[in-house]
């Protein structure tokens, strides 16, 4: 099983997008997927819940912290035919849990908004998540992608002056899209609405392909889907 943790330490990054998305990917493409969702909000588990009884099954575990009297135990289960777990955790996320995602995941995601706010917040979370263990040992790859791009500013210098320093590569730009919301309040992603988010699938593929280490992928999809 790969373990894939999304994370950004701002909210409104769109952490729970770039997951549910993800879980998207792996379900139309027959992998056995859960999503783990540590949030309170719980917003992948309502995602999850509201996906139509047509949908391919994505696994849901709820690792949000427990309510007086009620044990989370069973219900952050994750089944054994998982290939692919995805870690929702909430924003902020710090400390011994962070340390704990970590120790568990094999790649990490982090979406940014391409912005002076957001780029200051989630600099100094990358510096401090650089200098742990597993990361300078190389153990967990981390990629960026860029969330929320305007259509009038595709790129953002700043963005790259950021990533440059630290040595980290823009996985990709996802453009800020009204798709990503008509798609999770129907309970699906974009791969399963691809007739209206072709480009929205085309900007999400290398995410795809990096995650599972499959060169190649992306232009195999973009046939499939010319096809």
Not at 86 to 105: E, F, N
Not at 106 to 135: K, Q
Not at 167 to 174: I, K, N, S, V
Request: charged share 20%; net charge positive.
């Amino acid at each position: 099983m790969k373990t894939t943790l999304v994370i950004n330490p701002k909210g409104g990054a769109g952490k729970t997008t770039l997951a549910i998305n993800l879980a998207s990917y792996f379900a139309s493409s027959g992998v056995s997927t859960t999503v783990m969702d540590y949030d309170p909000q719980g917003s992948s588990l309502n995602w999850l819940r509201s996906r139509p009884a047509h949908a391919v099954k994505i696994h849901a575990a709820n690792a949000a912290p427990e309510r007086f009297g009620h044990m989370r135990s069973f219900e952050m289960h994750v089944p054994p035919e998982t290939r692919h777990l995805i870690i929702d955790p909430p924003a902020g996320c710090s400390g011994v849990l962070l340390q704990q995602l970590l120790d568990r995941s094999s790649s990490i995601l982090v979406p940014i908004v391409p912005s002076v706010i957001d780029l200051h917040a989630t600099g100094n979370f990358l510096r401090d998540i650089l200098a742990m263990g597993r990361m300078k040992s190389g153990q967990i790859r981390m990629a960026i992608v860029a969330n929320k791009v305007r259509r009038s500013m595709p790129a953002y210098a700043p963005l790259q002056h950021l990533l440059d320093s630290l040595g980290l590569r823009l996985l990709a730009r996802l453009i800020d899209s009204d798709v990503y919301m008509k798609a999770a309040e129907s309970g699906a992603g974009i791969f399963e609405m691809s007739a209206v988010a072709s480009a929205e699938c085309r900007q999400f593929m290398p995410i795809a392909e990096w995650v599972t280490q499959e060169p190649g992928l992306a232009e195999a999809w973009q046939a499939r889907a010319a096809a």
